[in-house]
């Protein structure tokens, strides 16, 4: 079972539309985020939930609004695509830090998104 | 505010020659340090981390990375560099978690190359 999955893996669409990326994670974890990673490669978060509550917001244009309907989901809908906000997304979870356990992070496997 | 930099966007060696990827951080309060790979079009895999126990830590894939604060590094190391080996590699840094997650901030990554 893919532990973080994302979908859909490419997505192909013109400026202006709405599109939506899908992350699910199975492994209980408490936080899920959604990191960008641009055309150099540079990885920024974006946004961060735990336990469906907004923690983190990186000053990421309204354009782009996640939505947590549980603990395990954490989506992204972006409106009026334009050709800069194509990139590769990557969803990622961690689990809070309890006694006798590691703390880290797993990373989906990404959504290329290029705005034509 | 933390921050991470990698030293050399671009490392080529030899196969069966030491691999020296260099990482040097900066944080107000002790950090817990990350070394992730990205192979091509692949998502984040996670090779090691610190977070506050051993200073010298084994990660998979036979690399090992060490905490050194008195100057502030944590530089990947492996042996005997395989073909394998070739991808991109980022350094990470973070708080330590306290409950509601904590983002990841990454360096600007380094292609490793790994030559016949």
């Known amino acids: 079972d893919t532990a973080v999955s994302q979908t859909p893996k490419y997505l192909v669409t013109q400026m202006g539309n709405d599109k939506s990326i899908k992350c699910e994670q199975n492994?209980?974890?408490?936080?899920m985020y959604w990191y960008k990673q641009d055309s150099k490669k540079f990885l920024k978060i974006m946004f961060s939930y735990n336990n469906k509550e907004l923690i983190i917001n990186e000053t990421v244009p309204n354009r782009f609004s996640p939505k947590s309907p549980d603990k395990a989901h954490l989506n992204l809908h972006i409106n009026s695509l334009e050709l800069g906000d194509s990139a590769v997304y990557f969803c990622?979870?961690?689990?809070?830090?309890?006694?006798?356990?590691?703390?880290?992070?797993?990373f989906g496997s990404g959504t290329r998104l290029t705005v034509v | 505010a933390q921050s991470v930099t990698q030293l050399g966007s671009h490392v080529s060696v030899s196969e069966g020659a030491l691999v020296l990827l260099r990482c040097n951080y900066s944080?107000?309060?002790?950090?817990?340090l990350f070394w992730y790979v990205q192979y091509p079009n692949q998502g984040l895999q996670l090779l090691l981390k610190y977070t506050s126990a051993a200073t010298l830590v084994k990660g998979i894939n036979g690399f090992e990375a060490e905490f050194k604060k008195s100057e502030t590094s944590f530089h990947l190391t492996k042996p005997s560099a395989h073909m394998s080996d070739a991808a991109e590699y980022f350094c990470a840094v973070s708080d330590q978690p306290t409950g509601g997650g904590n983002k990841l901030t990454f360096g600007t990554g380094t292609q490793l190359k790994v030559e016949l």
């Open positions: 944080s107000s309060v002790p950090p817990y």
């Open positions: 492994l209980g974890h408490d936080t």
């Open positions: 990622a979870s961690s689990q809070d830090p309890r006694p006798g356990q590691g703390y880290g992070y797993t």
